[in-house]
Antibody, heavy 121, light 108 residues
Framework: EVQLVESGGGLVQPGGSLRLSCAAS????????INWVRQAPGRGLEWVSY????????YYAESVKGRFTLSRDNARNSLSLQMNSLRVEDTAVYYC??????????????WGQGTLVTVSS | SSELTQDPAVSVALGQTVRITCQGD??????ASWYQQRPGQAPVLVIH???NRPSGIPDRFSGSSSGNTASLTIAGAQAEDEADYYC???????????FGGGTKLTVL
C-alpha cells in the first residue's frame, strides 16, 4: 500500500524555522516526483514546491521562494521541507503528494494526511 | 489571486447531473486535473489528463475541456459526492502549478 506520512508540524513564532518530513513507503520512492501542497484553515489548496525523481530539479511557489528548501533522500525514502523566515500567512496544513508515475509534475495520485504548521506569536 | 477560476459553490439535486468548471488561459495548453476533498480529509484525484479516472473512482465522474475551460461532470450525483472540488494545472508561464479556488458542491 502506498503511504506518505508527514511530520514535523507545530507552533512556531513569526521569523522562526521548521523542518517538515515526508516518509514514503509501499512504492519505489526514487521513481516518483513529489510535491508539497498546503491549505490554510478554511481556505483552498495552494501548491508550494516540486522535486524531481533525482532531486536535481526543484521548483517553488513565489510565496515561499527564498525561504523554503525542498530536498529528498532516495536511500531513506524521505523528503524534507526546510521552512525559514516563517510568516503568519504560512499557517496551513502541509501535504506531500506523489505525482502519477507516467506524468511529470502533476497530477497527484496519492496524498499524505497532512501536518499542521501554525505561525503565531 | 488564482490563475484558475472556479465558481465558489454549486448545488445539484440527488441523482441529477452537475458540471463544475475551471477557467484559465493556461488550460489552452495544459490539461487540468481534478481533486475531491471531503471535510477533514486529504484531497483525492478524480480526473486527470484528457478524461482519465484513477482506479476506484466511479464512472459517473468525467472530464472535458474546450478552449480555456475545463469541466468536471458528475452524472447522477450521489450524497457522498458532496465535497469541495479543485482543479489544477500549470500556470501560463509553465513554471508553477496553480489550483483553482475550489467549488463547494452541495447535493440536495
Amino acid at each position: 500500500e502506498v503511504q506518505l506520512v508527514e511530520s514535523g508540524g507545530g507552533l512556531v513564532q513569526p521569523g522562526g524555522s521548521l523542518r517538515l518530513s515526508c516518509a514514503a513507503s509501499g512504492f519505489t520512492f526514487s521513481s516518483y516526483e513529489i510535491n508539497w501542497v498546503r491549505q490554510a484553515p478554511g481556505r483552498g489548496l495552494e501548491w508550494v514546491s516540486y522535486i524531481s525523481r533525482s532531486g536535481t530539479t526543484v521548483y517553488y511557489a513565489e510565496s515561499v521562494k527564498g525561504r523554503f528548501t525542498l530536498s529528498r533522500d532516495n536511500a531513506r525514502n524521505s523528503l524534507s521541507l526546510q521552512m525559514n523566515s516563517l510568516r503568519v500567512e504560512d499557517t496551513a496544513v502541509y501535504y506531500c503528494a506523489r505525482v502519477l508515475g507516467s506524468s511529470t509534475w502533476y497530477p497527484f495520485d496519492h496524498w499524505g494526511q497532512g501536518t499542521l504548521v501554525t505561525v503565531s506569536s | 489571486s488564482s490563475e484558475l477560476t472556479q465558481d465558489p459553490a454549486v448545488s445539484v439535486a440527488l441523482g441529477q447531473t452537475v458540471r463544475i468548471t475551471c477557467q484559465g488561459d493556461s488550460l489552452r495548453r495544459y490539461f487540468a486535473s481534478w481533486y475531491q476533498q471531503r471535510p477533514g480529509q486529504a484531497p483525492v484525484l478524480v480526473i486527470h489528463g484528457k478524461n482519465n479516472r484513477p482506479s476506484g473512482i466511479p464512472d459517473r465522474f468525467s472530464g472535458s475541456s474546450s478552449g480555456n475551460t475545463a469541466s468536471l461532470t458528475i452524472a447522477g450525483a450521489q450524497a457522498e459526492d458532496e465535497a469541495d472540488y479543485y482543479c489544477t494545472s500549470r500556470d501560463t508561464s509553465g513554471l508553477h502549478l496553480v489550483f483553482g479556488g475550489g467549488t463547494k458542491l452541495t447535493v440536495l
